[in-house]
């Protein structure tokens, strides 16, 4: 943990797990599932930042950083670089940050992270990067706001409580829903791990 070179890699390594836990997270159900809390706020600000699923744990994006572990890069050090990439998007849950000028091209910002939050059609499942937006560049995932009507934050089916069980638990219950009115271990599968509905 005391060599530069380790941390670069570790960050970047790190950052390419980040996107796919982030893109799984939208396009699996099971994972959706925890992560779609987040995305339940209906404004687009700090305290959204903080609007976090109580299921995580259960739901298993932690398993997307093992490799990093099983690679050799020290437990500790995945935790930080966590800590700081969650440090760092806290501060992207804004409407008031300017553009970045040259820094849009490489780094999410509070304009990209906007348009991740959006619930428009043109932008679902767009901007999945932490600290970096080049992987959705890489991978086809990146979207700007193209101006073509306002943005719209929160849930394709919005949640109009404030009960945090409601928040929390309603993409469970849902999911569960469908699974146990499923015909045939298939549907059920796919109601569990397909994407989410």
């Known amino acids: 943990?005391?060599?530069?070179?380790?941390?670069?890699?570790?960050?970047?390594?790190?950052?390419?797990?980040?996107?796919?836990?982030h893109r799984y997270s939208h396009t699996i159900r099971w994972l959706w599932a925890s992560h779609a809390v987040h995305h339940s706020a209906n404004s687009f600000n700090l305290p959204a930042a903080v609007r976090l699923g109580w299921t995580n744990a259960l739901s298993g994006e932690w398993l997307m950083f093992l490799p990093m572990v099983l690679l050799g890069f020290?437990?500790?050090?995945?935790?930080?670089?966590?800590?700081?990439?969650?440090?760092?998007?806290?501060?992207?849950?804004?409407?008031?940050?300017?553009?970045?000028?040259?820094?849009?091209?490489?780094?999410?910002?509070?304009?990209?992270?906007?348009?991740?939050?959006?619930?428009?059609?043109?932008?679902?499942?767009?901007?999945?990067?932490?600290?970096?937006?080049?992987?959705?560049?890489?991978?086809?995932?990146?979207?700007?706001?193209?101006?073509?009507?306002?943005?719209?934050?929160g849930l394709t089916t919005p949640i109009h409580s404030y009960n945090p069980f409601v928040i929390s638990l309603r993409e469970w219950g849902r999911m569960l829903g469908d699974v146990t009115r499923s015909k045939s271990l298939v549907e059920a599968a796919g109601n569990l791990f397909g994407r989410p509905k």
Do not use: C
């Open 74 to 153: 020290p437990p500790l050090m995945v935790v930080l670089l966590l800590t700081g990439n969650l440090i760092y998007q806290f501060f992207l849950h804004t409407e008031l940050s300017p553009k970045w000028g040259v820094l849009e091209h490489v780094l999410n910002t509070p304009a990209h992270h906007r348009i991740h939050h959006a619930s428009n059609p043109q932008y679902l499942d767009r901007n999945f990067g932490g600290v970096l937006i080049v992987f959705d560049k890489w991978f086809g995932t990146f979207a700007v706001d193209d101006h073509s009507e306002p943005v719209v934050f």
């Open 1 to 21: 943990m005391t060599d530069l070179w380790v941390w670069i890699a570790g960050f970047i390594g790190f950052e390419f797990l980040y996107y796919w836990m």
